[in-house]
């Protein structure tokens, strides 16, 4: 069973995005960018089912600008056998992400799909889901646990109220949450070997996908401003303060 | 332009997530909500009840107990034929369904929103709330999830609307419910909360968390959030998590206790009216988005707190 894994280079997790002063969207000049944490966590879920026999291979594929090969040679190092590269400049908005990874579905019949349940850019939380619908298939979104079990998968999902599990016909779409697992540190032998892994570019013409953005960004703007607050000096001087905006007790 | 409104229930409860996405609906026209589950007469009743509904559509079948978006997503899709706009509140189970059905609709969906500016334009936040996008759909019908915090909650009782039988696709024989392990809890939700007393790492342990942070949420009636470093250490179980990736809240009082308040956190919170920070760090981010702050010992401060309130 082959295993996809897509993957989306982002602004850093630990970067403070700015947005540009003209208000046309977040600026991405020399900031640094990284593979999307949830991405991470899908690659780490996919190289530990080879591990474990039940998958036999794990394609990572991202589509973006050329330097999300960066990104690509990442998940070779992480543990990935090969990587596909659909270069697009231009942002590419969920549903034409959905529509390539389908036409790669398409080529490459993977068992299981897992990607990251949103990217920290545009959070949409779409793409998975997106992909589940097209491909005609069952969705195990924000997976805390996975186990594949002959020809289906349960999936552990976290929902607003606990915990639910769910079994899956495969093959199957997962997304990760942020407990699925903690994913590994390439070392640097594997960031060596990564270098020689194959890593195949492709366009959206390749796969005849029309990727038009439906959504116009108007403005992007900055969120507004808390005024500063106090630092009071007593237990007392809050409880005052709270009485005084009428919190019930 | 007509809407159509899926409404979240429980247990034969309409949920409250439902109220703030049928204000939102009832900004862009008219609004018929879609009740689909096992034994859902009671839920439908309710959801008559809501001011603003003009029709309540019932799915009542085995196949859509559970809200499996693969059984769902055909039954709203052929629903669809007869609306101009699918909304759905932006919770596990919205994020879910909702871009299964835009994706089947050849639409892009609108996640999240945080306000209607026009028949097509939105807001919403990206970048884990650091931006906020007005952005306008091109296509022919609407795919969009709701943030209830910034919707106000449409009236739940002394509406008139009528009640429909639908049928749909049924099961599609691809996905089962196997098992919820969802914690009975007598608090209040914590999205739609007025006061939640959230903590962090530096509680130190779920025992520490139990009791600091229980009895002050108890005294207020109070929901019980908690920082991603909490849930990961396991103080508390994931459905606590306030952020860009757990839950978004805007309660009137907001007790960050031990919080150091990475943005992810403040992505979640920081629509709060009122902000309370309780930290050992005088130079913890939390500070720089609260009203009223106290550096110290939150094992000193919170049960003097929660014995002066």
């Given amino acids: 069973m082959k295993v996809l894994v897509p993957v989306k280079r982002v602004i850093d997790y630990n970067i403070r995005p700015r947005v540009k002063a003209d208000g046309s969207g977040v600026d991405l000049v020399n900031v640094k960018m990284s593979m999307n944490p949830f991405d991470e966590i899908a690659l780490e879920e996919a190289v530990r089912l080879r591990e474990k026999g039940q998958a036999s291979e794990v394609i990572a594929v991202s589509i973006g600008p050329a330097k999300a090969q960066d ?34 579905a398409d080529e490459e019949q993977p068992g299981v799909v897992i990607l990251g349940k949103q990217a920290i850019d545009d959070d949409c939380n779409q793409t998975g889901q997106m992909l589940a619908a097209l491909m005609g298939r069952p969705q195990g979104t924000f997976a805390s646990a996975v186990s594949v079990a002959g020809d289906r998968v349960e999936v552990t999902r976290e929902v607003d109220g606990g915990l639910e599990t769910v079994s899956l016909a495969l093959p199957a779409v997962i997304t990760a949450d942020l407990r699925l697992n903690e994913p590994r540190y390439a070392s640097l032998p594997n960031i060596m070997k990564a270098r020689s892994k194959p890593l195949a570019q492709k366009t959206p013409a390749d796969y005849r996908v029309d990727i038009t953005p439906r959504l116009t960004t108007l403005k992007v703007a900055e969120p507004p401003v808390r005024a500063a607050g106090v630092v009071l000096d007593s237990v007392d001087a809050l409880v005052a303060k709270l009485k005084e905006l009428g919190i019930s007790a | 332009m007509k809407t159509l409104v899926w409404a979240e229930h429980e247990n034969g409860r309409l949920k409250d997530a439902s ?15 879609l009740v689909a589950g096992a034994g859902v007469a009671g839920v439908a009743q309710a959801a008559a009840q809501i001011v603003g509904v003009g029709q309540v559509l019932v799915a009542d079948d085995e196949a859509y107990a559970h809200a499996l978006p693969e059984n769902l997503a055909p039954l709203v899709v052929e629903l669809m034929a007869g609306y101009d706009a699918f909304l759905a509140p932006a919770t596990s189970t919205g994020k879910n369904i909702a871009p299964r059905v835009a994706a089947l609709l050849d639409v892009m969906q609108l996640s999240d929103i945080l306000s209607v500016e026009g028949p097509q334009t939105f807001t919403r936040a990206i970048y884990a709330g650091n931006a906020i996008a007005t952005v306008k759909s091109s296509d022919a019908k609407l795919v969009i999830t709701v943030r209830g915090s910034t919707f106000a909650k449409a009236v739940a009782s002394g509406g008139v609307a009528t009640i429909s039988p639908v049928s749909g696709p049924g099961n599609q024989e691809l996905s089962n419910f196997v098992r919820a392990d969802i914690a009975q809890s007598t608090r209040p939700e914590l999205t739609s909360a007025k006061v939640v007393v959230a903590g962090g790492r530096a509680l130190g342990s779920a025992e520490k968390f139990q009791d600091v942070i229980e009895p002050l949420a108890d005294k207020l009636k109070a929901a019980v959030g908690a920082s991603r470093a909490a849930v990961d250490a396991g103080y508390v179980p994931n459905d606590y998590q306030v952020g860009q990736t757990g839950k978004i809240v805007a309660p009137e009082f907001y007790f960050a206790i031990g919080i150091s308040g990475a ?47």
């Fill in chain 1, 71 to 104: 990104t690509l040679r990442t998940a070779l190092a992480m543990g990935a056998d090969r990587a596909i590269l659909i270069v697009v400049e231009t942002e590419v908005e969920p549903l034409a992400v959905a529509k390539l990874l389908k036409a790669v």
């Fill in chain 2, 19 to 33: 109220l703030p996405t049928v204000t939102a609906a009832a900004k862009l026209g008219e609004v018929d909500l």
């Fill in chain 2, 263 to 309: 943005i992810q956190h403040l992505a979640g919170m920081k629509d709060a009216k009122t902000i309370v920070a309780i930290n050992a760090d005088p130079e913890a981010p939390i500070f720089g988005v609260a009203d009223y702050g106290l550096v110290g010992d939150l094992f000193e401060i919170v049960p003097a707190l929660t014995a002066k309130l």
